[in-house]
């Protein structure tokens, strides 16, 4: 059995990539405790690790198995390879704010040395977290015991030099910076800079710059708060430095335009080099045109030639080099364009959906409701809607895409827009940065898809 | 009833006109059945008041002087509490100690590392 290629509407780079499910993360039960929503995914710059935060202020590192030469048929599996509270609630009395635990972002420095270090932030601090390997101990010390206890000194009648011995692997995560009070506003964005020396952390009205290494002073490159408040309308919703270069970063806003800029015109970037924004039809104005047109998420390809913008109902790919519309268009779902008031009063018009690149820039992916994920082959045009559901969970069987009837009759295995369930989201996506893996975060799961090998 | 392009159309019949007639496009007609249940909403939906909410996020607000009248009236009774809408800010909602998030006392262990 398997689903057959010719049927498939596929999206895959050349030869149609055939996902299977590989793994899934969690608790089985429907009961979903607020803090084990999965708030962010991210894979590190090799892959083999793969990182997520949640609501309750926890990260969760995966680290791949060695491939194991005699099962040529999957790559190695994600098990679990360290754990540990990176933020706590915290409430400031001062502003009588309640600040959540909550993990918005992790974003994972390069490796430079045996150890691993990655940023993770809350809405108001950034810490820089050391996660290091412990496999050897050293024992035989003269005057303690193995279990700590110290001898008594007149027991001891010979001198030994103490030597390490292997021990179990333990991993040890250890908060190295914590970057904190330089931010009003909820962060959204965290994103590290090519020179792997600084990085940028932007809330809602300012972005700032660090350095890794100083936690006392952050510089603020953009603030578009207004004079007086009653005049504000539009807020940034993401950022991201460049891949390459080492002086551009882009942020987005809620009012779908975003904006590149280049450190060294000024210290401070409040005037943009460059302005994205595709022209609106005025004739389709609404009042839900604004909501929807807010971006949710910006990412650069790896090549740095493009950007990818998440709004409501679409994926768009812009051109650095050309300011005035996005060179290509995806329609994520847009059978949900008639069902916007019903999607306002349960708020889900303001939920916000993640975006990503594979490896190789040539199929972006995001994700839909119903626990639907979307990709986007650039090169075929095709696309293809999967669910991650523990009901496929049976590895190297071949993913079944899915269809939204959104009018009209429903043909069989096709599943009407009113019976989505929108209460399955799936907001946060990351794709392996070499291979066909990806991570797909429903409310409280983590699963990992892999391409069918041979 | 056949709707024709430009007509006014009650709440009630947008559902044909959806089907019917694909000149309204859905999104106007969205907004209309909106502004039918909800005749007082502003007029700029990304204006101020909007925005204004979403950066006073975890705002809490505390009177010490409201606080401690409240306690005193219910001297011999429980004190006020949030009560079930814990994000309301304004008005009989009096956040107490009891409501502050507490520091948790014990690591639980997320459940993907299970």
Same mark, same amino acid.
């Given at each position: 059995? @398997?689903?057959?290629?010719?049927?498939?509407?596929?999206?895959?780079?050349?030869?149609?990539?055939?996902?299977?499910?590989?793994?899934?993360?969690?608790?089985?039960?429907?009961?979903?405790?607020?803090?084990?929503?999965?708030?962010? +995914?991210?894979?590190?710059?090799?892959?083999?690790?793969?990182?997520? @935060?949640?609501?309750?202020? %926890?990260? +969760?590192?995966?680290?791949?198995?060695?491939?194991?030469?005699?099962?040529?048929?999957?790559?190695?599996?994600?098990?679990?390879?360290?754990?540990?509270?990176?933020?706590?609630?915290?409430?400031?009395?001062?502003?009588?704010?309640? *600040?959540?635990?909550?993990?918005?972002?992790?974003?994972?420095?390069?490796?430079?040395? $045996?150890?691993?270090?990655?940023?993770?932030?809350?809405?108001?601090?950034?810490?820089?977290?050391?996660?290091?390997?412990?496999?050897?101990?050293?024992?035989?010390?003269?005057?303690?015991?193995?279990?700590?206890?110290?001898?008594?000194?007149?027991? +001891?009648?010979?001198?030994?030099?103490?030597?390490?011995?292997?021990?179990?692997?333990?991993?040890? $995560?250890?908060?190295?910076?914590?970057? $904190?009070?330089?931010? #009003?506003?909820?962060?959204?964005?965290?994103? *590290?800079?090519?020179?792997?020396?600084?990085?940028?952390? $932007?809330?809602?009205?300012?972005?700032?710059?660090?350095?890794?290494?100083?936690?006392? %002073?952050?510089?603020?490159?953009?603030?578009?708060?207004?004079?007086?408040?009653?005049?504000?309308?539009?807020?940034?919703?993401?950022?991201?430095?460049?891949?390459?270069?080492?002086?551009?970063?882009?942020?987005?806003?809620?009012? @779908?335009? *975003?904006?590149?800029?280049?450190?060294?015109?000024?210290?401070?970037?409040?005037?943009?080099?460059?302005?994205?924004?595709?022209?609106?039809?005025?004739?389709?104005?609404?009042?839900?045109?604004? *909501?929807?047109?807010?971006?949710?998420?910006?990412?650069?390809?790896?090549? @740095?030639?493009?950007?990818?913008?998440?709004?409501?109902?679409?994926?768009?790919?812009?051109?650095?080099?050309?300011?005035?519309?996005?060179?290509?268009?995806?329609?994520?779902?847009?059978?949900?364009?008639?069902?916007?008031?019903?999607?306002?009063?349960?708020?889900?018009?303001?939920?916000?959906?993640?975006?990503?690149?594979?490896?190789?820039?040539?199929?972006?992916?995001?994700?839909?409701?119903?626990?639907?994920?979307?990709?986007?082959?650039?090169?075929?045009?095709?696309?293809?809607?999967?669910?991650?559901?523990?009901?496929?969970?049976?590895?190297?069987? +071949?993913?079944?895409?899915?269809?939204?009837?959104?009018?009209?009759?429903?043909?069989?295995?096709?599943?009407?827009?009113?019976?989505?369930?929108?209460?399955?989201?799936?907001?946060?996506?990351?794709?392996?940065?070499?291979?066909?893996?990806?991570?797909?975060? #429903?409310?409280?799961?983590?699963?990992?898809?892999?391409?069918?090998?041979? | 009833?056949?709707?024709?392009?430009?007509?006014?159309?009650?709440?009630?019949?947008?559902?044909?006109?959806?089907?019917?007639?694909?000149?309204?496009?859905?999104?106007?007609?969205?907004?209309?059945?909106?502004?039918?249940?909800?005749?007082?909403?502003?007029?700029?939906?990304?204006?101020?008041?909007?925005?204004?909410?979403?950066?006073?996020?975890?705002?809490?607000?505390?009177?010490?002087?409201?606080?401690?009248?409240?306690?005193?009236?219910?001297?011999?009774? &429980?004190?006020?509490?949030?009560?079930?809408?814990?994000?309301?800010?304004?008005?009989?909602?009096?956040?107490?100690? &009891?409501?502050?998030?507490?520091?948790?006392?014990?690591?639980?262990?997320?459940?993907?590392?299970?």
């Amino acid at each position: 059995m @398997g689903w057959k290629m010719r049927k498939q509407t596929g999206a895959g780079g050349g030869n149609d990539i055939q996902w299977c499910f590989s793994q899934v993360k969690g608790a089985v039960d429907d009961d979903v405790a607020e803090a084990d929503i999965i708030s962010t +995914v991210e894979f590190n710059h090799s892959g083999e690790l793969l990182a997520t @935060g949640d609501k309750g202020g %926890r990260v +969760v590192i995966f680290q791949q198995e060695q491939e194991n030469k005699t099962q040529s048929h999957s790559r190695g599996e994600y098990n679990v390879y360290s754990t540990f509270q990176s933020h706590e609630p915290e409430f400031d009395y001062l502003k009588s704010l309640e *600040i959540e635990e909550k993990i918005n972002k992790i974003r994972w420095l390069p490796q430079k040395n $045996a150890a691993q270090f990655l940023l993770s932030t809350n809405d108001k601090t950034i810490k820089l977290w050391k996660i290091s390997e412990r496999d050897k101990r050293p024992e035989g010390y003269n005057l303690k015991e193995e279990d700590g206890r110290y001898r008594d000194p007149t027991t +001891v009648t010979t001198l030994r030099v103490p030597v390490f011995r292997p021990m179990d692997l333990m991993v040890e $995560a250890s908060p190295r910076r914590i970057f $904190a009070n330089a931010h #009003t506003y909820h962060i959204n964005s965290i994103s *590290i800079n090519s020179d792997y020396e600084t990085y940028l952390s $932007a809330d809602d009205l300012r972005i700032n710059l660090w350095h890794l290494e100083i936690t006392d %002073r952050s510089f603020n490159i953009v603030d578009i708060k207004p004079a007086n408040m009653e005049e504000l309308t539009e807020v940034i919703t993401a950022a991201e430095f460049h891949p390459n270069s080492c002086s551009t970063f882009v942020y987005s806003s809620s009012k @779908g335009t *975003i904006r590149l800029c280049d450190m060294r015109a000024s210290a401070l970037c409040d005037r943009h080099s460059k302005l994205f924004e595709e022209p609106e039809d005025p004739s389709n104005r609404s009042f839900f045109s604004e *909501i929807i047109s807010s971006i949710s998420d910006v990412k650069f390809s790896h090549s @740095g030639r493009y950007m990818m913008t998440r709004d409501y109902l679409s994926v768009k790919i812009w051109d650095l080099n050309m300011e005035n519309r996005p060179v290509e268009t995806y329609q994520v779902h847009e059978y949900l364009r008639s069902k916007l008031c019903s999607l306002y009063e349960n708020d889900c018009i303001f939920d916000k959906f993640e975006c990503c690149w594979n490896g190789s820039d040539s199929i972006v992916m995001t994700g839909s409701y119903n626990n639907f994920f979307r990709m986007f082959d650039r090169n075929s045009k095709r696309d293809i809607t999967l669910e991650a559901s523990r009901e496929n969970n049976k590895p190297r069987t +071949v993913l079944k895409p899915r269809k939204v009837c959104a009018s009209g009759k429903r043909k069989k295995d096709e599943i009407s827009v009113d019976s989505l369930d929108f209460n399955k989201k799936i907001l946060h996506t990351a794709w392996h940065p070499k291979e066909n893996i990806i991570a797909v975060a #429903t409310t409280n799961n983590l699963y990992i898809f892999q391409d069918k090998m041979n | 009833p056949k709707c024709f392009p430009g007509a006014q159309n009650p709440a009630e019949d947008l559902e044909d006109t959806q089907e019917k007639d694909k000149s309204i496009p859905p999104e106007r007609a969205e907004e209309a059945k909106l502004k039918a249940k909800y005749p007082n909403l502003g007029q700029k939906p990304g204006g101020s008041d909007f925005l204004m909410k979403r950066l006073q996020k975890g705002q809490k607000y505390f009177d010490s002087g409201d606080y401690n009248m409240a306690k005193a009236k219910m001297k011999n009774k &429980q004190l006020p509490s949030a009560g079930p809408d814990k994000n309301l800010v304004t008005g009989d909602h009096i956040p107490t100690p &009891q409501d502050l998030p507490q520091r948790k006392s014990s690591l639980v262990t997320s459940k993907l590392a299970g």
